[in-house]
């Protein structure tokens, strides 16, 4: 799961104002999820449109939510494979390079298939929103009770 720098403080800041600022999280990342999910279908590699059309949001419990899919060619889409892999905006996105080195393969075969990245960059795009959203919703909920 990307963690994004920052946003740990500001969770922790706006709990201190209970049920209210649930809320004002909750809107935020549905805001965000919805971005990221639109981003990343405008970014996605077209032949039939299937992989556009499988990105999709989940919401895994409260304040968590999953955008992504579940064809089992995306991450070799979102990657590459062989000598085309490119993981050089995984760290932009907070992830470590061995989350994707496994779609360099083993060397049996020579597939190589150019990367096209459409998930992480979405996240990348969407993430600064999120954070000025919460810290805006902070300072909102402090003024209100200050």
Same mark, same amino acid.
């Given at each position: ?9 500001? +969770?922790?800041? *706006?709990?201190? @104002?209970?049920?209210? $600022?649930?809320?004002? /999280?909750?809107?935020a990342?549905? %805001?965000?999820?919805?971005? &990221?999910?639109?981003?990343a279908? !405008?970014?996605? #590699?077209?032949? +039939?449109? %299937?992989? !556009?059309?499988?990105?999709n ?7 968590n939510?999953? &955008?992504?899919?579940?064809? %089992?060619?995306? #991450?070799?889409?979102? @990657? ?6 490119? +993981?050089s905006?995984?760290?932009? $996105?907070?992830?470590?390079? =061995?989350? $994707? $080195?496994?779609? !360099? ?7 190589? &298939? #150019?990367?096209?990245p459409?998930? @992480? #960059?979405? +996240? ?6 999120? /954070?000025?959203?919460?810290?805006? =919703?902070?300072?909102? *909920? /402090?003024?209100?009770?200050?």
């Amino acid at each position: 799961m990307a963690q994004i720098k920052g946003l740990n403080s500001v +969770l922790k800041n *706006l709990e201190k @104002f209970g049920k209210e $600022a649930e809320n004002e /999280i909750e809107d935020a990342l549905i %805001k965000a999820s919805a971005n &990221i999910e639109l981003d990343a279908k !405008r970014l996605a #590699p077209v032949n +039939l449109g %299937k992989l !556009r059309q499988s990105v999709n949001t989940n919401k895994i419990n409260d304040l968590n939510y999953s &955008i992504g899919t579940s064809l %089992k060619y995306a #991450p070799y889409q979102e @990657f590459g494979t062989g000598g085309f892999v490119d +993981l050089s905006y995984l760290s932009e $996105a907070e992830y470590t390079s =061995s989350y $994707a $080195a496994k779609f !360099r393969g083993k060397g049996k075969r020579k597939v190589n &298939i #150019p990367a096209q990245p459409f998930l @992480f #960059p979405a +996240l990348i795009i969407n993430r600064g929103e999120l /954070i000025k959203d919460l810290k805006q =919703s902070l300072k909102r *909920l /402090i003024n209100k009770y200050n």
